[in-house]
């Protein structure tokens, strides 16, 4: 039985590492940003997540900018963007740091 567990969990480990190391190349570079207006925040202490476009299958999306409560104090927001590498864009996920 334990085993079988073993087998499994690496299994679905190896599937877990797999999908993530998994990059989707774009040839096509990304639009211009949209302009966003944010109006006030909800609450004090709430951040600015400026909207970016993302890749949906054979085009790209705007997906619009929201006001975010930060997970800890200190913590600051490192937006969403897309790099040109060689002859294709990669996204770099935004994210809190």
């Given at each position: 039985m334990k085993k079988f567990v073993l087998a499994l969990l690496l299994a679905f480990t190896s599937l877990t590492l797999a999908a993530s190391a998994q990059e989707v190349i774009i040839r096509t570079a990304p639009p211009v940003?949209?302009?966003?207006?944010?109006?006030?925040?909800?609450?004090r202490g709430f951040?600015?997540?400026?909207?970016?476009?993302?890749?949906?299958r054979d085009h790209y999306v705007w997906?619009?900018?929201?006001w975010d409560r930060p997970p800890r104090v200190g913590a600051v927001w490192?937006?969403?963007?897309?790099?040109?590498?060689?002859?294709?864009?990669?996204?770099?996920?935004g994210h809190w740091r």
């Open positions: 940003a949209v302009v966003e207006r944010p109006g006030p925040p909800p609450e951040v600015w997540i400026a909207g970016y476009h993302r890749w949906d997906v619009p900018g929201r490192v937006p969403h963007r897309w790099v040109h590498r060689g002859d294709h864009w990669v996204l770099i996920e």
